[in-house]
């Protein structure tokens, strides 16, 4: 059938299984959203208030739905309002297709209005992109963008279409998704090494990182901990891909991760990493990260083994089949003494943050919210303390139900992210969890959800402060608190009702619950503005230079 660049884009999506489309108008991409309108009935589309934030809600789209998640926005400040979400999403490995318009095919590289060169701007924070100059390969290369972000370790595609590309006419052909090749396994004799050290270990550690989610890989890496009868640590990108309400969890390990799990990498004799890069924000410092154990490291990218930190074993491959093989082949292990000095960690090391009678702290809040919702809400974050609150004090039972910005650390991720979360799965609680340094960064999109009556909680902790900011300046530089207060003449009350949001607060302990219950049995989006103390601190911590073995417990 005969139809335009735009309709071709519109099949294409619909092929691909896409619902919903986030993004913003303008001039190169009105040929696309005349297609949108009349494709209306079948791809929903949320306009959002800023470019950056319909790529922060395709990100939480895909993170929360395991789908590609989509954005559109036209050439020129509407493409390079994109790139933040796109690094973001290139950092933590989400499948997000980018479709950005450009000016004409006989206007580029002229400097013309508006136009900007997208694909070599976003060459290093995407898997791959294309700029389209022929109508006739458009369908094809739609279909291997998203080909590409949905396969092997996943990632952010961006296609560049000129607006003239979108106006002209070729022969469609539908075509089905052909389904992703099954990831190769390890040979036998690679298997065979790390069955060994399995075997021969007494005291093994597992460590789980995002790609056990990514990889749909939680009920293997369950199952694993059992077999191996070994306690377990997850990153930040991984809470939720192992139930935290069992007694083998320790908790985060890194530079804010409990004292169990520092205490289980220190006198760990093998440590299983599953899906993890190693960031330095886990290492803190790679020279005295893992000293007095083996590390067995299971990853989809090759790239990874090596990078930050050299590994005894490594085995190559997608994570959730390693974990089933292993599973399959490795007997019953018995590690009884060891699991019972784990536990007596994490007995002795709890987390706790301290307050007076009724004082609100994160931890209260946190665990009131967990217990309230059965540790089943999706929560999604922007980047500060509360991101680290959020990790250490909300009790994850599932995976994709904690949506973060973990690898660039994008402050004003979370509203975005919790809009494409709660469209992606209607039925999940969707919490944003803010603090108001980031809040301000995106708090327009307060109208976004009001226009589209979507029920987000936006739970800013409101500490009149850039409270990370400010602890590092605490500890490191002599208590000078530059530039790190925060505009305190904003009432959220009436900002949020401005934006037609229904706005509570909490201001002491005993209003935690009342307000939360409130909140969470609206059926319209509410934001509560919740205040703590500027003095309150994100602990454990390792600075600088430290090691992961030595945290910092007390400020």
Known sequence: ?????????????????????????????????????????????????????????ADGYARASGRTGVCIATSGPGATNLVTGIATAYMDSVPVVAITGNVTRDLLGLDSFQEVDITGITMPVTKHNYLVKHVERLADTLRSAFRIAGSGRKGPVLVDIPKDITALKTEFTPRRPEPFPAADLPPDGQLSRALAMLRSSKRPFFYCGGGVVSGGAAREAAEFAEKADAPVSCSLMCQGGYDQSGGRYL????????????????????????????????????????????????????????????????????????????????PQQDHAGWMKQAAGW?????????????????????????????????????VGQHQMWAAQYYTF????????????????????????????????????????????????????????????????FDNRTLGMVR??????????????????????????????????????????????????SSRGPVLIDCLISKDENVLPMVPAGGSVEDPILEM
């Not at 890069?277 to 989809?300: E, M, P, T, W």
Request: net charge neutral; glycine share 12%; proline share 3%.
């Open 471 to 520: 602890q590092w300046q605490k500890l490191f530089y002599g208590g000078r608190f530059s530039q790190t207060d925060v505009d305190g003449n904003t009432d959220y009350a009436k900002l949020a009702g401005a934006f037609g949001v229904k706005a509570l607060k909490i201001a002491k302990k005993h209003e935690i619950e009342p307000v939360l219950r409130e909140a969470l």
């Open 346 to 382: 994490k007995r002795d090391f709890p987390l706790r943050q301290a307050g007076g009678p009724d004082e609100v702290t994160p931890q209260a809040v946190l665990e009131t919210l967990s217990r309230l919702t059965g540790g089943g809400a999706v929560l999604t974050t922007e």
């Open 397 to 460: 039972r599932k995976p994709r139900h904690f949506i973060t910005s973990g690898g660039l650390g994008t402050m004003g991720f979370g509203l975005g992210a919790a809009i494409g979360a709660k469209t992606a799965e209607p039925e999940e609680t969707v919490v944003n969890c803010a603090g108001d340094g980031s809040f301000h960064m995106n708090c327009a999109e307060l109208s976004t959800l009001a226009r589209y009556s979507i029920p987000v909680v936006e739970l800013i």
């Open 251 to 330: 908790g985060m390990l890194g530079m804010h991760g409990t004292k169990a799990s520092a205490e289980a990498i220190k006198n760990c004799d093998l440590l299983v990493a599953a899906g993890t890069r190693f960031s330095d924000r886990v290492l803190c410092n790679a020279g005295l990260f893992a000293r007095h154990c083996k590390i067995l490291q299971i990853d989809i990218d090759a790239a990874e083994f090596g990078k930050n930190i050299d590994v005894d074993w490594k085995l190559q491959g997608d994570v959730k089949s390693i974990l089933a093989r292993l599973n399959g082949l490795l």
């Open 1 to 57: 059938m005969l139809l335009t660049g735009a309709q071709i884009v519109m099949e294409c999506l619909l092929e691909q299984g896409v619902d919903t489309v986030f993004g913003y108008p303008g001039g190169a991409v009105l040929n696309l959203y005349d297609a949108l309108y009349e494709y209306r009935d079948r791809i929903r589309h949320i306009r959002t208030c800023h470019e950056q934030a319909a790529a922060h809600a």
